[in-house]
């Protein structure tokens, strides 16, 4: 048997020939050790996988506009044909489709029409229905019911694209129960309640993407890691605020939050935080700049300064890529 060194060696050499790719032996790694992955969230696009989704797309677009263009002279029930019977429809062609390795990914584009014209038609109903559809109640119910279906679908079926649609309805039902719960309360300013809640879905983001990373559904890892981390990031710098009225304790914390995130992506190889956390050091030391030192001879020497300092970032950014995330 041969040793591990020398597994090493040949996996190089079949690397250089460019017999083998990355892919493939990230691949052949998951199989072995027993990490099942899902192909349609893993392998890259190529044309006619992207022509499948963007044909999703087009699709519920031509239903949005059948919609707005006719609603005064639709019945009710041709809208929810429209809308809640196609999604329904959409959704079964694509379990379907998604039994066939050959078809699946044209399955996961009719997952996609579904997630798109399902809202829709459960908006129909409650207006029908006398509700206010655009009420956070209302929106609360109909996230609610959409996260509970594609949870369960994922129960079932075991498909990453479910969990990916749970978390994206889930994030809906969040910020609409919130809100719903909270309504016009006079101690809640609306702006920096929206910006704490953003932090608190980037830090979810992130923790949920790196418990991805260790299963099955490491595929959607990056995509949370990126959302998460330029919510987190985003926000923290909003809530440090502006001049005159900047929140003095975020001001000075940002700083750590960058560092720690430019930390993160060497433990956890993610170039999303590097990526982010440069370009979020780079607008904290122009937004440091312009609030305190903009006035007088130490403004074009603040811009001297912050101009060499942004180089020394993008060094370190380049840096860190190179020895730690380059594979």
């Known amino acids: 048997m041969a040793t591990k060194e020398e597994v090493l060696q040949y996996i190089k050499t079949l690397a250089e020939q460019k017999i083998v790719t990355k892919d493939e032996i990230d691949l052949a790694y998951d199989s072995g050790s027993g990490i099942k992955t899902d192909m349609v969230l893993t392998k890259k696009l190529g044309i006619a996988e992207i022509l499948y989704y963007i044909g999703g797309a087009v699709v519920f677009l031509g239903i949005a506009i059948l919609l707005v263009q006719n609603w005064s002279t639709l019945g009710f029930g ?8 196609a999604g329904v429809a959409a959704y079964f062609v694509g379990v379907l489709f998604s039994r066939d390795e050959r078809t699946e990914t044209a399955g996961s584009a009719f997952y996609l029409i ?13 207006d029908n229905a006398g509700f206010d559809a655009s009420s956070y109640g209302s929106q609360s119910l109909i996230s609610g019911i959409l996260f509970g279906m594609y949870m369960l679908s994922y129960v079932v079926f075991r498909k990453n694209v479910f969990t990916l649609f749970s978390i994206l309805f889930g994030t809906w039902l969040f910020f609409s ?8 309360g006079p101690y809640f300013d609306d702006w920096k309640f929206y910006e704490y809640r953003v932090l608190v879905a980037g830090i979810t983001y992130m923790l949920i993407g790196y418990a991805f990373s260790k299963n099955e559904r490491a595929s959607l890892s990056n995509f949370l890691y990126g959302f998460g981390i330029l919510g987190f990031l985003g926000s923290a710098l909003a809530l440090g605020g502006w001049e005159p009225n ?21 433990h956890i190889k993610s170039k999303s935080f590097l990526t982010w956390g440069t370009l979020f050091l780079m607008a904290y030391i122009l937004k440091i700049t312009s609030e305190y030192f903009s006035s007088g001879l130490g403004w074009p020497l603040a811009l001297v300064i912050a101009g060499l300092a942004m180089i020394g970032v993008g060094y370190m ?10 594979a």
């Not at 579904?114 to 409650?126: E, H, K, N, T, W």
């Open 78 to 85: 041709t809208k929810v044909l429209a809308t809640l019977g």
């Open 246 to 266: 900047q929140n003095v304790f975020w001001e000075l914390i940002y700083p750590g939050l960058i560092f720690g995130a430019l930390f993160l992506s060497v």
């Open 114 to 126: 579904s997630a798109l014209v399902i809202p829709m038609g459960l908006y129909v109903v409650f």
């Open 317 to 326: 950014s380049l840096s860190l890529k190179k020895k730690y995330l380059t």
């Open 177 to 184: 129960l919130t809100s719903f719960m909270v309504g016009g």
